[in-house]
């Protein structure tokens, strides 16, 4: 795209500001229909869960207040339906969930329902939500596994309605393989009731200005965006950087291990002008447990923190316009851009997120007044099933813990937040202990567990669930166990992931980050997300912002002593 014309909008600006305007209204509206009509707290609370609007090739015109860990690979998914049903009719709605075909992992389930004017197809509307159980060996489908053929059920991009009415058949293969059908079925209808409202809205605005009208500005609003963010790269420094880092392991222990084998992914960012290029050569081989992400999953990594540093005030709409001035390059098989059989089930957020934080690090060293120090690093997932003693019937319980947000060129970070990659909510824990039996013992901020710096990293979370009535079946899913969120500009790094199980009588026991494990009735299991990283040295910390943070208890004493090398007695 030429620099002296970086936008591309022939139709009248108040016509398309309002088109545009509408069209993210209604992924937002889709939004709201599914937090109001599905079954599972993942989806009604948590919000574990994305609606977009789709144009006739299956690229993203607008996606609602959603997860950024799907930005890079929503779009793929409605491809796949766009390639594999070109009778698409009226009535119709398709299901998958192959992150070998662009989905990302398989809990989260893809439902495209397309959207028609009379016998015109205007696009599609897409809702991807995780589902807490997709089958498998493990409640929650979060096991150890080394084929993705052990993680769950795959669905392929098949045909779920026709004529508006579910296909019995189809319906009746989830559910045999899936924990707690009734409930995925209500999540489900809940994903199919949106996408009929946005179809309903896509029809509309096609009724109100006309199907080309509608189509063309479907178009306009990528362009707007491919526009605006060249504009935003334009101002950043050219450069090139580099930066490694260290990965926990996969969860697969090698025969006579005592502790999981880790791995590196390594990157390299050039930016020249407009465009940037992420180059992953040099990252290892793809493992042979669920930490490989296939390139979708790769991709909303950089994609996601791209935007952050380019668009901090998030002024530019989201789109897969946005795209289109970023290049990824990846090695084939690495674990960055994992091949089939390759498990997956861990990578869809934990190697985004790391992703991400690598593009900010790297970033550093090209305009440093852009980036905030390493976040949480990990969603830090602990999974809980069995047998509910109060109703007799089976269970899932899938809860992320939130950690630190990075400290900031002239800001703390944030406490206890989902970062980067993430969007999630917090479950109310009164929810929480009415829909599972758990007791949520404590849930506090951890004290000491933000880096250090001029700029304070954000303090991670320490949640304690207690067991109730019967054993479960549980497993984690975390990272930074091994290497902290790291700090910059001479900031410390934040605090590890640390989880354990407490029995009465019993030595304390560190749970693996990743695999299943037993929770005995009346254990506790106590995560410890991770604290963010510290931006600036800690000298360089005011005494009146260090003297708040004790008396808000964000840092002890001996904090204060260990890391801004004073003594809390002269504040």
Not at 24 to 47: C, D, H, N, Q, R
């Amino acid at each position: 795209m030429p620099d002296e014309s970086p936008l591309r909008i022939k139709t009248d600006p108040a016509r398309f500001e309002v088109v545009k305007n509408a069209l993210y209204s209604t992924a937002e509206e889709m939004k709201i229909i599914v937090a109001k009509t599905a079954y599972s707290p993942l989806l009604k609370v948590a919000g574990d869960y994305s609606c977009g609007v789709f144009d006739l090739a299956g690229g993203m015109v607008a996606q609602g207040p959603d997860l950024p860990i799907h930005l890079g690979s929503m779009p793929d998914a409605v491809r796949a339906v766009v390639k594999a049903f070109p009778d698409a009719a009226a009535g119709d709605v398709f299901i998958h969930n192959d992150p070998y075909n662009g989905g990302s992992h398989l809990p989260d389930v893809n439902v495209v329902t397309p959207a028609f004017l009379g016998s015109r197809l205007l696009g599609f509307c897409c809702v991807r939500a995780h589902w807490p159980d997709i089958g498998s060996a493990s409640p929650g489908s979060y096991g150890a596994v080394t084929e993705i053929f052990g993680e769950g059920l795959q669905i392929p991009p098949i045909r779920l309605y026709r004529d508006g009415e579910i296909d019995r058949n189809v319906e009746a293969l989830i559910c045999a393989n899936i924990r707690m059908p009734a409930e995925r079925m209500g999540d489900l209808r809940a994903q199919v009731a949106a996408n009929r409202r946005g179809a309903a809205r896509l029809e509309a605005l096609a009724r109100k200005y006309g199907a080309d009208t509608l189509l063309q500005i479907m178009q306009e609003v990528q362009d707007y965006s491919e526009a605006m963010m060249r504009l935003a790269f334009r101002k950043l420094p050219d450069g090139e950087a580099s930066f490694t880092d260290t990965i926990d392991g996969d969860g697969i222990l090698a025969p006579g291990a005592n502790a999981d084998e880790t791995f590196i992914v390594k990157l390299t960012l050039v930016k020249r002008g407009d465009r940037i290029t992420a180059d992953f050569a040099g990252s290892d081989p793809q493992v042979a447990g669920p930490m490989n992400a296939p390139l979708t999953v790769t991709a909303s990594g950089v994609y996601c923190a791209l935007k952050m540093i380019a668009d901090p005030k998030s002024l530019i709409p989201a789109n897969s316009g946005c795209w289109r001035p970023i290049a990824i390059e990846a090695p084939t098989g690495s674990v960055v851009n994992a091949q089939s059989p390759a498990p997956v089930v861990y990578a869809n957020h934990e190697m985004s997120a790391r992703v991400a934080d690598m593009i900010f690090a790297a970033m550093h060293k090209i305009s440093p007044e852009n980036v905030m120090a390493g976040s949480q690093g990990t969603s830090a997932i602990v999974t809980f099933g069995g047998v509910d003693y109060r109703t007799a019937e089976r269970y899932v319980s899938y809860e992320s813990t939130k950690g630190g947000f990075g400290a900031r060129p002239a800001k703390d970070g944030i406490n206890g937040l989902a970062s980067t990659v993430a969007n999630m909510m917090n479950t109310p824990i009164e929810m929480l202990e009415m829909s599972f039996p758990l007791r949520v013992e404590e849930y506090a901020l951890i004290p000491d567990s933000g880096g250090a710096g001029t700029w304070r990293g954000g303090l991670g979370v320490k949640r304690t669930w207690r067991i109730l009535g019967r054993d479960s079946n549980s497993a984690s899913c975390c990272e930074r166990s091994v290497t902290p969120p790291f700090g910059l500009a001479g900031g410390l790094p934040g605090s590890p992931t640390r989880l354990t199980l407490e029995q009465a009588g019993k030595p304390t026991e560190r749970l693996p980050s990743k695999g299943g494990f037993v929770a005995p009735a009346d254990a506790r299991v106590v995560m410890e997300a991770p604290g963010s990283g510290g931006y600036g040295p800690p000298a360089g910390r005011s005494r009146e912002r260090l003297r708040d943070d004790l008396i808000d208890g964000y840092v002890t004493p001996e904090g204060a002593r260990r890391d801004y090398g004073v003594d809390p007695e002269t504040l």
